[in-house]
C-alpha cells in the first residue's frame, strides 16, 4: 500500500495490469490506493478513477488474452485435467451462463482470472467481453477507489477491516466455483463428437 501511495498512479495502473500474471497486490488494494492518493490532493479524484479502471479493464484483458491464446485444446493444460468429455461440458456451461460469468466474476475476488480467461478460451469475442467487462468494471473501480477516498489516510488502520470485506467475497467465490464444478459434472454424458481443438473461432 505504501509503495503505491509513494509512487503514485502510475504504480498503481501498473500493479493492476500485472495482477493477472501473479503480482501479489489485489486488485482491490490498488484501486483504495488510486482513491487515497487523489484524497491526498495530488491527483484529481476523477483521473485516480479513470487511471484504475483503466488498469482494471486491462488485467481482464491480459486474462482474457492468455485464455484465447492457450485455448481448450483437448492435449493441453485443461484438456489434460478435465479429460475430453469434461472439457465439452465446460464450454457448453460457459456457452450457456458466459455474459452472467464475466458480470458476476468481475465483483468476486478468486474469481475473475478463471472467469476471463475461458471467456476467451471459449471463444467469446472481444468487443463482447470489453462491452460485458468494461460496464461491470465501473462498479468496481467507482467502489472501491471511492472507499480509498473515503478513508484517505486512515486507509493504512482501517486494512484489517478491508481484508475482512475481501474475505467474504472470496467466500461468494469459493461456493460459486463449488456450484460451477457441481454444474459441470452433473450433466449426463452425450453422444457428441469429440473435441478436436479450440472451439470455433471467436465471434464478436
Not at 488494494?29 to 479513470?50: F, I, K
Request: charged content about 15%.
Amino acid at each position: 500500500m505504501d509503495l503505491l501511495l509513494e509512487n503514485g498512479l502510475l504504480a498503481v495502473l501498473a500493479a493492476l495490469l500485472l495482477a493477472p500474471l501473479g503480482l501479489p497486490i489485489p486488485e482491490e488494494v490498488s484501486l483504495m490506493a488510486a482513491g487515497a492518493y487523489a484524497r491526498s490532493g495530488r491527483a484529481p479524484l476523477e483521473l485516480a478513477l479513470l487511471v484504475g479502471y483503466a488498469g482494471v479493464v486491462g488485467g481482464d484483458c491480459i486474462a482474457y488474452g492468455l485464455g484465447r491464446r492457450i485455448g481448450l485444446h483437448p492435449k493441453g493444460v485443461f484438456g489434460r485435467l478435465f479429460g475430453h468429455q469434461r472439457l465439452r461440458r465446460i464450454v457448453r456451461f460457459y456457452d450457456r451462463f458466459g455474459v452472467w460469468t464475466v458480470v458476476l466474476c468481475r465483483q468476486i475476488p478468486g474469481m475473475r482470472f478463471p472467469a476471463f480467461f475461458f471467456s476467451g478460451a471459449s471463444g467469446m469475442g472481444l468487443r463482447k467481453f470489453l462491452l460485458l467487462d468494461g460496464t461491470a468494471a465501473i462498479g468496481t473501480a467507482l467502489l472501491w477507489g471511492g472507499v480509498g477516498w473515503w478513508l484517505g489516510p486512515r486507509l493504512a488502520e482501517s486494512m484489517s477491516t478491508v481484508d475482512n470485506l475481501r474475505q467474504v467475497g472470496l467466500a461468494v467465490g469459493v461456493a460459486l466455483i463449488a456450484l460451477f464444478v457441481w454444474r459441470i459434472f452433473r450433466e449426463p454424458r452425450s453422444a457428441e463428437p469429440a473435441v478436436t481443438g479450440r472451439p470455433g473461432p471467436p465471434t464478436d
